[in-house]
């Protein structure tokens, strides 16, 4: 059984940090892609950034370059997502996914999400 779980969130200050994990088993960890997504109270669930299974190689959304962070040890079944300055408008219940095809909208299998807020 795949499953996906979120740590790290919490209350921050507007241009403070908090990293994210998103713990994994169940499946062959270096296999899969693995997204982060969030959803804000009132709004859609929008993507954040992905980490490829091929090469590593990372997305994110416009919003959050130069500021978030993902990486992956795949000895440990974990993956990170590291976010600093973060703004009022970065609240919202981040998500992890995975998806053995790869990044994409719809991933297969999405862990309980873990809620930001930061305050101004």
């Known amino acids: 059984e795949v499953q996906l779980v979120e740590s790290g969130g919490g209350l921050v200050q507007a241009g403070g940090s908090l990293r994210l994990s998103c713990a994994a088993s169940?499946?062959?960890?270096?296999?899969?892609?693995i997204g982060w997504f969030r959803q804000a109270p009132g709004k859609e669930r929008e993507g954040v950034s992905c980490?490829?299974?091929?090469?590593?190689?990372?997305y994110y959304k416009d919003s959050v370059k130069g500021r978030f962070t993902t990486s992956r040890d795949n000895a440990r079944n974990t993956v990170f997502l590291q976010m600093n300055s973060l703004k009022p408008e970065d609240t919202g219940v981040y998500y992890c996914?995975?998806?053995?095809?790869?990044?994409?909208?719809?991933?297969?299998?999405w862990g309980q999400g873990t809620l930001v807020t930061v305050s101004s």
């Open positions: 996914a995975a998806d053995l095809m790869g990044c994409g909208d719809d991933m297969d299998s």
């Open positions: 169940g499946f062959t960890f270096d296999e899969y892609a």
């Open positions: 980490i490829r299974n091929s090469d590593g190689s990372t």
